[in-house]
């Protein structure tokens, strides 16, 4: 269980920080930022889940945090659009249904920015 809660911890970071350069160099990233929702969505509950387990029932006593953290889990995942929404976004994207419109203005890069404030 410990294994999988810090692969998940990984793979979102990943996913987040892949986010974070595409808003940096000023692209879209619409499908990036709704893979990197829901991943990290998942694998937060999931984490949180198997907390809850290795902690038995003190994992939902108020002696531990971990059952604050189940709790807690849960609200990303309804109010952050729900995890069906984002797959059946993946999947339009997979299967090419869906496709970003260009953008209106182009978006600076972040080093153009941080240049123009010197």
Not at 93 to 99: A, F, I, M, P
Request: glycine share 6%.
């Amino acid at each position: 269980m410990l294994a999988k809660m810090e692969a998940g911890l990984q793979m979102s970071r990943l996913l987040v920080y892949r986010v974070g350069e595409l808003k940096n160099q000023g692209k879209r990233n619409t499908r990036e930022v709704s893979l990197a929702k829901w991943q990290a969505c998942d694998f937060a509950n999931q984490a949180a889940d198997d907390a809850v387990q290795i902690h038995g029932a003190y994992g939902f006593s108020d002696e531990y945090p971990v059952e604050r953290y189940l709790r807690n889990s849960k609200a990303p995942v309804i109010y952050e659009g729900t995890r069906e929404i984002h797959t059946v976004m993946q999947a339009n994207y997979v299967l090419g249904e869906r496709e970003d419109k260009p953008l209106n203005k182009m978006l600076p890069a972040w080093p153009f920015e941080l240049e123009e404030v010197k």
